[in-house]
């Protein structure tokens, strides 16, 4: 496995010195400080390092940061973001340089930092990697997660495949936004479904593979929005995005004209090209290998829902029915369907009756309610199932069959407390409820018990443990949650479920009643979640949580003459007819549970975001607002843990595993019971004995100035052999080439001299006379300078051609 090392020595940013005077390890000074005229301190960077943790100085210490456009604030390890609500001007190249392989405490707090972070540990530790993103609706969770896709991509290498990977990974942001995400009160690009991102490595650290698991998308915002909100985004970037062949062909119109557009009459939202967009979700599904026929009929079921939704029903007799016949058809033909079984199966529904041991179908006409309600569904099933399918078709591009390393991003629906919360709020409230329980699990209530468990001195910090809450929505039995007896009661109601909510409504006051974390009113009730009271509707409850699709519509939908429409609804209504319909709060259950585990094998790492006002204005700052946040998502009782705590802790094998390089004693390997190693690793660093403890079975060190140390001086090494391996293989090398030249040389001379032809070859002496072995020729030559090149000549006089001398020369 190659893990990609970043020597500290040389290549530290210019606003980081080293101070050179100090090696101080405890927590009064760091080996490190800033000293740049450019960086402007503001407040405290990580908050741990509070003179005072109240609730008091946390507020202010994010807000001077927020005011001084420092968006990011650490508590140890975990992430403090505060949405700016502008473009900040530090996520480009030169912050992605600047982070990449840098120690925490290098630079100052920044999402790159932890995504860094993770990668590394990725590849050191051969373990799993996730990221909780967590906070309410705006306050930035998809923008913190985009940002991470971002960082990976770019640090990671790899070839032509792993760039299609990346291309994929980043393409699937604009797709799953266009149909996932919409405007609402809150938030302009509210994301209306969870997702859990994961990109899958190779051994060497390349991006390879990717899963994406999607979590109650909300279906009812197809058909109905909140004044001031908008449908999801796709509606109108094909409203302003399409070509005018595409406009004719889908019939499209201006949004107002739209019954499932203008009900909240708003189409706009300030800062977004909704046009610019479409082309960028189209170019997306290209990428991820979407097949053109597919798109386009990805697009007709979109503009076919926006015509379904026109399709209007009057009362005639106590019968529902279609009020102008003319509106059928376009839904019908953009669907591939009959428009006369449309209208057939928008007005009546067949039904199973059983008489006299018998069993037979009979078509039921339905009421105006009735219609509407069966339209509506067919139009948000129909959303839904295109929804699913763009997700598997990025899953298909790029999962790998056998999983190695990987890095999960969770981005999931912030908590929601509207002036009316209903069935949608209540599920996405208790998925959010069971983030923060892991957050607790792991940051308060683990770290405690592992400290009791390995025999730390400490003393336990109080905090509020919210499972009772998640008790009181989850439980099966003794007593029964919230949702089992919305289940119970569902499994019972009619097919409109007519009186199904007041049901509901006496039968919890019967069961939880009594629950300190529950009230209820005369329409509804109140819980006590971690983040405060929400006060939900029940109006509406057994309806959306039945959540069932008629069996005459999936019957329509698979009489379409299109494939790729009849592959949505692959159900078989003769084998399913027997089973108990699968609830919208069991679903959201089973899926929050299955996350929760997934989650809980990885390492976690938690960014925790903060709307700091409702305006959605940049250097507006709420203070009610950010300090009720503060105190829901338990910053200060994190802070009073952590400084309480010990920043590292690590088991014996794995701490003498990372820093046995540090000494001969421990490198390749220790011999003797690996606690007395690593004691011997502690103190060949000098560390001081206040930094650190031996439990049971890991190493705990308080401070994170005192990892830095052990990290620092392990680089160093690695400087100093990466430096004669260079050496080494740099000699090697000009040796070689020296050898080379000289063989190029004496290739071009052998053979080609007029005489002595084979003298190329041989080495040069230089002393042909033997003027060592002479005296009487070194005494001779005593007193002039050092020879050269000695030899004896036939020297032939051109006067006196006759006689022939022999004679001695010399060179100098």
Known sequence: MTIPVRLHTSNKPASFRENQDTHCTSGSCKKYHWQSQNVKQSGVDDMVLLSKI????????????????????????????????????YFTDREIELYQGAAQYENPPHIYALTDNMYRNMMIDGENQCVIISGESGAGKTVAAKYIMGYISKVSGGGSKVQHVKDIILQSNPLLEAFGNAKTVRNNNSSRFGKYFEIQFSRGGEPDGGKISNFLLEKSRVVSQNESERNFHIYYQLIEGANAQQKEGLGIMTPDYYYYLNQSGTYKVDGTNDSKDFQETMEAMHVIGIPGDIQTQVLQIVAGILHLGNISFIEAGNYGQVESTDL?????????????????????????????????????????????????????????????????????????????????????????????????????????????????????????????????????????????????????????????????????????????????????????????????????????????????????????????????????????????????????????????????????????????????????????????????????????????QVEYLGLRENIRVRRAGFAYRRAFNKFLMRYAILTAETWPSWRGPEQQGVLHLLRSVNMDNDQYQMGRTKVFVKNPESLFLLEEMRERKFDTFARIIQKSWRRFIARKKYEQMR???????????????????????????????????????????RVDFADSVNKFDPITAINTLNGTCTGQ
Request: with cysteine; aromatic share 10%; proline share 4%.
């Open 54 to 89: 109240t609730e008091d100085a946390i507020v202010d210490n994010l807000k001077k940061r927020y005011m001084d456009d420092y968006i990011f604030t650490y508590i140890g390890p975990v992430l403090i973001s505060v949405n700016p609500f502008k473009q900040m001007p």
């Open 328 to 628: 059928l058809a376009f839904p019908a033909y953009l669907l591939g369907i009959d428009p006369n079984r449309l209208q057939d199966k928008l007005t009546s529904r067949k039904m199973d009756s059983k008489w006299g041991g018998k069993s037979e179908s009979i078509n039921v006409t339905l009421n105006q309610e009735q219609a509407t309600y069966t339209r509506d569904a067919l139009a948000k099933a129909l959303y839904a199932r295109v929804f699913d399918f763009l997700v598997e078709s990025i899953n298909k591009a790029i999962q790998k069959p056998h999983e190695e390393f990987s890095i999960g991003v969770l981005d999931i629906y912030g908590f929601e407390i509207f002036q009316k919360n209903g069935f949608e709020q209540f599920c996405i409230n208790f998925v959010n409820e069971k983030l923060q329980q892991i957050f607790i699990e792991l940051t308060l209530k683990a770290e405690q018990e592992e400290y009791v468990q390995e025999g730390i001195k400490w003393t336990p910090i109080e905090y509020f443990n919210n499972k009772i809450v998640c008790d009181l929505i989850e439980n099966k039995l003794n007593p029964p949650g919230i949702m089992s007896v919305l289940d119970d009661v569902c499994a019972t109601m009619h097919a409109k479920g007519d009186g199904a909510d007041g049901t509901l409504l006496q039968k919890l006051q019967a069961a939880v009643g009594t629950h300190e974390h529950f009230n209820s009113w005369n329409s509804g009730f109140v819980v006590h979640h971690y983040a405060g009271k929400v006060s939900y509707d029940i109006n509406g409850f057994c309806e959306r949580n039945r959540d069932v699709l008629f069996p005459d519509l999936i019957e329509l939908m698979q009489s379409s003459e299109y494939n790729f429409i009849c592959s949505l609804f692959p159900e078989n209504l003769n084998t399913d007819k027997k089973s108990r319909p699968t609830t919208a709060s069991s679903k959201i259950k089973r899926q929050a549970n299955d996350l929760v585990n997934t989650l809980m094998k990885c390492t976690p790492h938690y960014i925790r975001c903060i709307k700091p006002n409702e305006t959605k204005r940049p250097k507006d700052w709420e203070e009610s607002r950010a300090r009720h």
């Open 743 to 785: 063989e190029e040389a004496s290739d071009i001379l052998y053979n080609s001299k007029e005489r002595r032809k084979n003298s190329i070859n041989r080495n040069f002496v230089g002393d042909y006379l033997g003027l060592e072995q002479r005296p009487e020729l070194r005494q001779f030559l005593a007193k002039r300078e």
